[in-house]
């Protein structure tokens, strides 16, 4: 009775050699982040602190984000998954990461604003 | 999994048990549905008996009929009630009943998680008025705003039992809302996609994304909470650096999806009544999805409309302000489209239609007070008035329970196979109609006139005597429209079986079997091509179809009834409810571990206990 | 809930199992849960009132006076956690990959594998509490320890239900009962495993990494 549905949800997945590579890439990205991190405090030598210390948090950002899309379009198979299930998890990511940056602003426009 | 579950099944559970052990174990979505509207109704009435002490209390001037603080636990219990134990489990009763046979399914697509969510709820519920025997009932308000609920200001039980009471319901709500998303998305018959979904069904649907996504922040908060008051935390508390104001942000992020949650059923229900009743189709079908779509996802982007008096800035006023009168116009969307099924059609006067036509009105009432709020300096003036009250009884009470009742007359033949009294019907209507216009509508005036909510009692010489004196009389219409509600159901439940399985020409699958429903609900699912099939059926066959003849059953294998959803669900009450220990005794977290193991080894009783 | 998805006898609507379906529902649910805990860490990020604090600052309140205050993070022993529970995610791929195509070897072998990694994130994480507390950050000490702990601690916990879980079809793996026609079994459990990864991508680099 589920053949249709392996048809979909099975047959499609990466092969062992590809979900090495990711990790491989996962690895890297986290070595980069922590770089990033190193070099905006300084631990990497004072002339590449003024360099990446306004850009630590973009950086960080970006590196995460990228890690993030990797597992979860490769290791979760959202990528070929049918797109329902993608779905599932992209619409409560947008709601999810409106509500933090929502409450970032209102917080640190209170501050400024509101309290003193 | 290869081959069909059915070339094997033996004839189990030909005929359905009986007995109080069959209704502990049952797993049968429709009676769960009963379960969950039995108990609804009970605290329902529990929470009308609490508003009624409080208009008696506020019937005149410097009245002691209860006490100041009595009467803060009233208003935070009648809320609270009304809001988690009254209409959500009402409507879960339409969901659990109506989804499957709307869709044609033969139960959800987890039965046995479906009787876990009502035993959490039914020991919730529980649980909270519990409070009331050991005189701790909660009372710092529905939304408990910090720091009315810091072990300064609410040094008792009270806030505990709010806060936990919560916590487990919310466990009840997430295991409904995945059960029915994943039984909505996944069950529905051959033929029936997403667009030919009958109205009721769908904005269930959205209200269980916007229960799935609403409820963790509240859970959030409510641990926060939690640990303010048992384990030294500042999280709310300013003298440790933390700030109430986030308990608000954190409590409206849930609870204006929340109010959706609300509403969003009763919504359902009038766009199924309307058109069966008007014999035409949804005026608008698409439309009334996108916007029932729209409405809840902008739900997520106004919450801060009700904290425009905490001083947010003319920055986050405007942007609030602007994202809630946008919702005015998916909501008029819907309006215009409930009256143009209306228009021209060939009206049945039967008393759904009533109901259904009655919240339509008392909603546009309320509707339009909502968007005198979104304004922030008219809402500056009205905001902790009784104007407020008075909006939000509109859409709660004159929308919510307007339309649950809607539904609750034109499902019952359905439901118990017995016709409510049509007389008795439109008495109900009309007592509660005009009860409930003489209760609310005067809070307009007093709200306008300065008269704050949550206050005790009031001075006389304010010019607050007469309208309070007019909604006292007119709340207890209310009451008297509720007992001949009561005495409607028990007339039809002394009465014969005389309900057939269509009394109304609907248009959706469950008018096609018989009333009430067989256990297994479809003998064989009827072929769907539009979100009206039962229409299509009877175009077809050139006049009204046939009484359907009741079904053997053979070879149809339903779940297997069981008891440990209720194990686990007493487990859920041992793991949240012993906090409520932690200052009485220095091991209270032996009731957690109890709690725990009985949690755990009903889930892997659970889980590999064989489902048929 | 093991057999309950196929409820009824026919297939689903979508092709898709019903519990792959449930699964990612609560994913998504979670995604709010998740998002509720980094809001209020990072609106009470520099907020706390006394140390001991996450990152170098020059001066703090400890003790009830003004002083130089050494940062708490240790970020060597939390980037080795990461990484642990970033390859914790490969195995699981792995053990499902075998749990499809029928190799009970491969299936027992990778997701013992996750099993392990699983269960040391939960040990750095103990000692790190532990010895954060050590430090002088209890629970209640300062908004950054409420909310660090608070964050850090529905994340471990998380792991722990998934250690349990993957324990449980582990056991079941060894005896035999994961043929590859109910690898669904596994396949929820992994996706819930890749979502506490996921997560903790998240919580990583903005708690420990940002300062």
Redesign the interface.
């Known amino acids: 009775?589920?053949?249709?549905?392996e048809?979909?949800?099975?047959h499609a997945?990466p092969?062992?050699g590809l979900?090495?590579k990711?990790?491989l890439v996962?690895?890297v990205l986290?070595a980069l982040?922590?770089l990033?991190?190193e070099a905006?405090?300084g631990g990497l030598g004072a002339g590449l602190r003024p360099i990446f210390e306004p850009i630590?948090?973009v950086l960080?950002?970006v590196?995460?984000a990228a890690?993030?899309a990797l597992?979860?379009m490769f290791?979760?198979h959202l990528k070929q998954?049918?797109r329902?299930?993608a779905n599932?998890?992209v619409?409560?990511?947008i709601?999810?990461?409106?509500?933090?940056a929502?409450?970032?602003?209102?917080?640190q426009?209170?501050r400024v604003?509101?309290a003193k | 999994?290869?081959?069909?579950?059915l070339d094997k099944a033996p004839a189990a559970h030909a005929t359905a048990p009986t007995g109080i052990w069959s209704w502990i174990t049952t797993v049968d979505h429709k009676r769960i549905g009963i379960l969950y509207g039995a108990t609804a109704f009970l605290f329902f009435l529990i929470g009308g008996l609490e508003a009624l002490f409080m208009r008696i209390q506020l019937m005149k001037p410097d009245n002691d009929f209860v006490s100041p603080e009595m009467f803060n636990a009233l208003f935070t219990m009648h809320g609270t009630t009304m809001i988690f134990l009254g209409v959500m489990p009402l409507s879960a009763m339409f969901f659990n009943y109506f989804i499957p046979l709307q869709i044609g399914a033969r139960d959800v697509a987890f039965p046995r998680l479906n009787a876990f969510s009502y035993w959490v709820f039914l020991l919730g519920g529980l649980f909270i008025n519990f409070s009331w025997l050991l005189n701790a009932a909660p009372n710092a308000g529905w939304f408990g705003y910090a720091n009315l609920t810091s072990n300064q200001y609410s040094p008792g039980l009270n806030t505990d039992f709010w806060v936990l009471g919560l916590q487990i319901l919310g466990v009840a709500s997430m295991a409904a809302a995945i059960n029915f998303f994943v039984t909505i998305?996944n069950l529905r018959a051959p033929g029936m996609r997403m667009l030919r979904m009958p109205m009721f069904t769908w904005m269930s649907f959205i209200t269980q994304i916007l229960l799935?996504?609403a409820f963790p922040?509240i859970t959030i908060a409510l641990v926060f909470l939690m640990m303010d008051r048992h384990f030294g935390t500042h999280f709310f508390l300013p003298e440790g650096g933390g700030?109430p104001?986030?308990w608000q942000?954190l409590f409206w992020?849930f609870g204006h999806p929340e109010v959706y949650i609300l509403i969003l059923p009763a919504f359902g229900i009038v766009s199924e009544v309307l058109p069966v009743f008007s014999r035409k189709p949804l005026f608008g079908y698409t439309a009334m999805v996108f916007s029932g779509a729209f409405i809840a996802f902008l739900g997520?982007?106004v919450w801060?409309h009700h904290m425009f008096a905490t001083?947010?800035?003319p920055?986050?006023d405007s942007f609030f302000a602007l994202s809630t009168m946008l919702i005015a116009v998916p909501t008029g969307v819907k309006i215009f489209n409930w009256i143009g099924t209306l228009w021209g059609g060939s009206l049945q006067m039967k008393t759904p239609l009533y109901f259904a036509v009655g919240m339509v009105a008392m909603f546009i009432i309320g509707g339009l007070s909502g968007v005198m709020h979104s304004s922030p300096p008219a809402d500056l003036q009205q905001t902790d008035s009784y104007f407020v009250v008075a909006h939000f009884h509109y859409v709660l009470f004159g929308g919510s329970i307007f339309g649950l009742t809607a539904g609750a007359y034109y499902w019952f033949p359905k439901m118990f196979g017995r016709m409510l009294n049509e007389t008795i019907g439109k008495w109900h209507f009309w007592l509660m109609f005009i009860g409930f216009n003489v209760t609310f509508f005067p809070m307009h005036f007093l709200g306008l006139n300065g008269m704050p909510r949550r206050v005790y009692t009031y001075p006389e010489g304010l010019n607050f005597e007469f309208w309070n004196q007019v909604q006292t009389w007119g709340s207890i219409l209310l009451g008297v429209s509720m007992l001949v509600f009561i005495y409607n159901m028990w007339k039809a439940a002394r009465g014969p079986a005389n309900a057939p399985a269509d009394p109304w020409r609907g248009a959706t699958l469950e008018w096609l079997i018989p009333s009430p429903p067989q256990e297994f609900n479809f003998g064989t699912v009827p072929p769907v091509g539009s979100s009206t099939p039962a229409w299509d059926l009877r175009r077809a066959n050139g006049g009204p179809l046939q009484e359907p003849a009741p079904e053997s059953g053979e070879g149809i294998h339903m779940p297997r009834p069981s008891y440990w959803p209720v194990v686990t669900a007493f487990g859920v009450l041992g793991v949240i409810g012993s906090i409520l220990f932690t200052h009485a005794f220095p091991q209270w977290y032996l009731i957690t571990i109890t709690g725990a193991a009985i949690l755990i080894y009903g889930i892997y009783r659970w889980a590999f206990e064989p489902a048929f | 809930m093991s057999d309950a998805a196929?409820a009824l006898?026919h297939?689903?609507a979508?092709?898709?199992?019903s519990k792959?379906?449930a699964i990612?529902?609560l994913?998504?649910?979670e995604?709010?849960l998740?998002?509720?805990l980094?809001?209020t860490y990072?609106?009470y990020k520099g907020k706390s009132l006394v140390g001991p604090l996450p990152?170098?600052e020059s001066q703090c309140m400890l003790h009830g006076k003004m002083q130089a205050c050494e940062p708490i993070f240790e970020?060597p022993l939390v980037?080795f956690g990461?990484?642990v529970l970033?390859?914790s995610?490969?195995f699981?791929?792995?053990a499902l990959?075998g749990a499809?195509k029928g190799n009970r070897k491969m299936l027992v072998g990778w997701l013992s594998m996750t099993v392990l990694c699983g269960l040391f994130f939960i040990g750095m994480q103990v000692y790190e509490f532990n010895h954060f507390y050590h430090k002088g950050l209890g629970y209640s000490t300062n908004l950054f320890g409420s909310t660090f702990y608070t964050l850090t601690g529905f994340h471990g916990s998380h792991v722990t239900v998934g250690v349990i879980w993957l324990s449980t079809l582990l056991y079941r793996a060894v005896k035999g009962k994961i043929p590859p026609a109910k690898s669904i079994n596994l396949e929820i459990a992994?996706?819930y495993w890749?979502?506490v990864?996921?997560v903790w991508?998240?919580i990583?680099?903005?708690v420990?990494?940002?300062?």
């Open positions: 009775m589920d053949s249709h549905s048809v979909h949800a099975e997945h092969t062992p979900y090495l990711i990790a996962l690895f986290t982040e922590v990033a991190f905006g405090r630590t948090v960080l950002i590196l995460s890690k993030f597992v979860a290791y979760m998954d049918p329902l299930l599932l998890f619409f409560p990511l709601i999810a990461a409106s509500i933090i929502g409450l970032i602003i209102l917080f426009y209170w604003v509101g | 999994m290869a081959t069909s579950v998305v799935l996504l922040v700030d104001v986030l942000h992020i997520f982007g801060s001083g947010m800035g920055f986050a | 196929h006898e297939p689903t979508t092709g898709i199992d792959k379906v990612w529902t994913i998504g649910s995604c709010l998740f998002a509720s980094i809001s990072l609106v990152h170098a970020i980037t990461t990484a970033l390859f995610s490969f699981i791929v792995l990959y499809q992994a996706l890749h979502f990864d996921v991508i998240v990583f680099p903005v420990y990494l940002m300062r």
